[in-house]
């Protein structure tokens, strides 16, 4: 596969619209950080250990992907700034990694199921991208590159505090799981600021679509585990997994809910979403995020039978900045962005499904 369509090929593995319980959570993904013996943490590391870093680890992978699929190798500062904000939206790569010249670089599967950073704020970070809820596949791939990595270097372990990781956070497993939820029903009952308040109480962490920093739009949240340290990848699995079904419990009891005081209500507002999207010649991320969640919501409940769930996962993407300027060749300015971004839905929003 060719670095053009890497880049410009948004159809990841995560965005399928498939996978179990797709209908409440769009991608699942588990994430590894590790650092090798000996060598520097990144930001202390010189040019000849982060090179190091970059070619043990692409080696080691490449002697042993005859089982995981094709890998490509990508070194961030071969990259154009925008590609880079392509991938940080497709959720590839971290904003951080994006702003690193010094020796870093991404490798990617073909399937953009997985992608190893090197030298962001750790040597490796590994993470496993599923579309549904996935944890145990998601760590048992992530798992897997783990594994091969480690046949072929020393990694910085200790005893009794486990991997060492370069924020103390991350000490531990050094894992970080994640589930991406599409949350409507709570949204409109007005339960989501209770839900999620005792999702806190518990240990998980709740974002917005990228991450730390980054608030809720269009009803989706990202629920991820705080601690890494006294607890196994299976105990945070688990834990993460039984919250996530709660919460897919109480929003489909918010949508029976819904349902019973006012189908025609509920029905009129998916179908005035559906419309907007339809003829709408100029429009915000915002504004499009949280319609583009109406009508994901009226296809969920079978009011909208046309529209397939995976233009919809699609446009999560293909609507972000970064990705309109890369699709337009050149760079365009706000209004510019919101017209583009209003003619991209009004195409890809009528493709019927399985057309």
Avoid at 41 to 68: W, Y
Avoid at 192 to 212: D, K
Avoid at 260 to 280: C, F, I, P, T
Wanted: aromatic share 4%; hydrophobic share 40%; with cysteine.
């Amino acid at each position: 596969m060719t670095l053009k369509k890497y880049i410009e090929d948004a159809s990841a593995k995560w965005m399928e619209g498939s996978g179990p319980d797709s209908k409440y959570v769009i991608s699942t993904r588990v994430r590894l950080a590790r650092n090798l013996k000996d060598i520097p943490h990144p930001f202390l590391a010189g040019d000849n250990d982060t090179e190091k870093v970059v070619k043990d680890v692409n080696e080691a992978i490449k002697r042993g992907s005859a089982g995981l699929g094709e890998h490509k190798l990508l070194w961030t500062r071969d990259l154009e700034p925008i590609d880079r904000k392509v991938l940080v939206e497709k959720h590839l790569i971290s904003p951080l990694l994006a702003k690193e010249d010094r020796n870093s670089a991404i490798i990617v599967r073909e399937d953009q199921a997985i992608s190893v950073m090197l030298n962001e704020e750790d040597h490796i970070r590994i993470q496993c991208l599923f579309p549904g809820l996935q944890l145990d596949k998601a760590f048992e791939y992530a798992d897997q590159i783990d594994d091969l990595i480690e046949e072929s270097v020393d990694y910085a372990f200790d005893e009794e505090w486990g991997y060492l990781t370069t924020c103390p956070t991350n000490v531990g497993t050094g894992m970080r799981a994640s589930v991406m939820l599409h949350l409507p029903g709570l949204v409109m009952t007005g339960q989501i600021n209770r839900v999620l308040s005792a999702v806190g109480q518990v240990g998980l962490a709740v974002r917005g679509l990228y991450g730390e920093g980054t608030e809720m739009v269009g009803n989706i949240v990202q629920l991820s585990n705080q601690i890494t340290l006294g607890q196994s990848e299976k105990d945070i699995l688990e834990k993460l997994e039984g919250v996530t079904r709660q919460l897919i419990d109480q929003e489909e009891k918010a949508r029976e809910d819904l349902l019973q005081k006012g189908e025609e209500k509920l029905a009129d507002k998916v179908g005035r979403a559906y419309g907007q999207l339809s003829y709408a010649r100029i429009i915000s991320t915002n504004e499009a995020m949280g319609l583009l969640s109406s009508v994901r919501l009226g296809c969920d409940m079978g009011f909208l039978k046309e529209v397939d769930s995976k233009i919809l996962n699609d446009l999560l993407v293909l609507i972000r900045p970064a990705n309109l300027q890369k699709m337009a060749e050149k760079e365009l300015t706000s209004e510019e962005r919101d017209i583009k971004r209003a003619n991209l839905i009004r195409e890809r929003i009528n493709i019927k499904k399985d057309a």
